[in-house]
């Protein structure tokens, strides 16, 4: 099964702007969702597919991706926005799901 | 609204084995691919089995053979049974509902999870 790397810890000041990425070969095929946890709470889905957010997510959270590369982008990073994020995708074998390490995002 | 709750957690001894339910509500468990996704302590997020609206079910390799998905369509509620289990099976099981398509494959809603802690 394929992997996905993200990058333990990302910090960024408050009001900027911040990109997490998730790089694996399983992106080249399928697209990568996000997650946000905080802690003692469950994980929530904040991007979906090519770049769609579940409803009541704010529009500062975007998603992109290039080769083997996913991207979330948090424009306008706020307090509440301290989390860890997570990717995941499909694996190459197509029933089979990989899942990111976490990054741990801290607004400064 | 959806909900989701996951039940049936606890201490057992290695070897021994549990059954997670979860129970839902606002939505059709059998009309939906239904999955549980695991966190060990500390740790990141793992995907641990999938049983589609038809009834297919696909299985982590780290759980294949011990672990088995159902569902009770009467009942509303996704089942985990878990046999044989390790130290490495600790965690908090986390049942959510999945989407999946050619290109992609998502977690939108989400249980609050229950421990699993397998010691002697």
């Known amino acids: 099964s394929s992997e996905l790397t993200q990058d333990p810890a990302v910090s960024v000041a408050l009001g900027q702007t911040v990109r997490i990425t998730c790089q694996g070969d399983s992106l080249r095929s399928y697209y990568a969702s996000w997650y946000q946890q905080k802690p003692g709470q469950a994980p929530a889905l904040v991007i979906y597919g090519k770049n769609n957010r579940p409803s009541g997510i704010p529009d500062r959270f975007s998603g992109s991706s290039s080769g083997n590369t996913a991207s979330l982008t948090i424009t306008g990073a706020q307090a509440e926005d301290e989390a860890d994020y997570y990717c995941?995708?499909?694996?190459?074998?197509?029933?089979?799901?990989?899942f990111g390490g976490g990054t741990k995002l801290t607004v400064l | 609204e959806v909900q989701l709750v996951e039940t049936g957690g606890g201490l057992i001894q290695p070897g021994g084995s549990l059954r997670l339910s979860c129970a839902a509500s606002g939505f059709t468990v059998s009309s939906n691919y239904m999955s549980w996704v695991r966190q060990a302590p500390g740790k990141g997020l793992e995907w641990v089995s999938v049983?589609?609206?038809?009834?297919?079910?696909y299985y982590a390799d780290s759980v294949k053979g011990r672990f088995t998905i159902s569902r009770d369509n009467s009942k509303n509620t996704l089942y985990l049974q878990m046999n044989s289990l390790r130290a490495e099976d600790t965690a908090v099981y986390y049942c959510?509902?999945?989407?999946?398509?050619?290109?992609?494959?998502?977690?939108?809603?989400w249980g609050q999870g229950t421990l699993v802690t397998v010691s002697s």
């Open positions: 049983i589609y609206s038809g009834g297919s079910t």
């Open positions: 959510a509902s999945t989407s999946l398509g050619g290109s992609f494959y998502y977690f939108d809603y």
């Open positions: 995941n995708s499909r694996d190459s074998s197509g029933n089979h799901v990989v």
